[in-house]
């Protein structure tokens, strides 16, 4: 366990334990057998005084409780994808969108909640809508997340822009070059 950012004490990738009661809740281990529920409290409390704005490391000891690498894995998967039924909700075009907005929509969504970046970013939202991803790059910065994590995200919905004109220029290329044929074969005749 450790403390995010905003001083909540969190596991594993960025999974937010409100209380005790919901660390009690995971298959924690010291060493190689179960943690007891009183050892799980114990350990949150001890986190949660802890200061916050460290490394993960900070908050470990020799006698801290681990998840399974498996275990953490399982979590995340679970959270990622209840997290992208609440984005194809949202944008039912969402499996068609550029990979690079899926990733900036997920982190958004993993960080800030389906509420928080639903109603919390309404303009990021209707660029997300219409496929303006210059627009949705602008209105991606979020407050708690640090500038290097808010950059990334931004990258992500830039590069979406760079993947669109590329799109774009290919058809028209394709297309060009298909009109061309046209005209060749009318003047040259079709035996060519």
């Known amino acids: 366990m450790y403390r995010d950012t905003v001083g909540k004490v969190t596991v594993g990738v960025g999974l937010m334990l409100p ?25 949150y409390t ?25 275990t ?7 959270v990622l994808q209840g997290f992208e039924a609440d984005l194809r909700t949202e944008f039912p075009h ?3 969108l550029p990979d690079g907005v899926k990733m900036a929509l997920l982190d958004m969504i993993y960080n800030l909640g389906p509420a928080g970046l639903f109603m919390g970013f309404p303009h990021l939202v209707a660029a997300v809508q219409t496929g303006a991803w210059a627009q949705a790059a602008e209105h991606c ?17 830039l590069s979406a822009v760079v993947s669109t004109i590329k799109a774009e220029t290919e058809g028209w290329l394709i297309r060009t070059q298909a009109q061309m044929r046209q005209i060749w074969n009318r003047i040259f005749g079709r035996s060519r």
């Not at 200061?51 to 409780?65: E, I, N, V």
């Not at 953490?72 to 679970?78: F, Y």
């Not at 910065?141 to 919905?157: C, K, V």
């Open 19 to 43: 209380d005790a009661k919901s660390a009690q809740a995971l298959p924690f281990i010291l060493g190689t057998r179960s943690a007891t529920p009183e050892e799980i409290a114990a350990e």
């Open 46 to 70: 001890r986190v949660d005084t802890l200061p916050l704005g460290h490394a993960s490391a900070f908050y470990k000891t020799p006698s801290s409780l681990q998840l399974t690498p498996q």
């Open 72 to 78: 953490i894995d399982a979590k995340l998967t679970s």
């Open 94 to 96: 969402y499996d068609a």
């Open 141 to 157: 910065i979020r407050r708690g997340p640090s500038e290097a994590r808010n950059n990334w995200t931004r990258q992500q919905f």
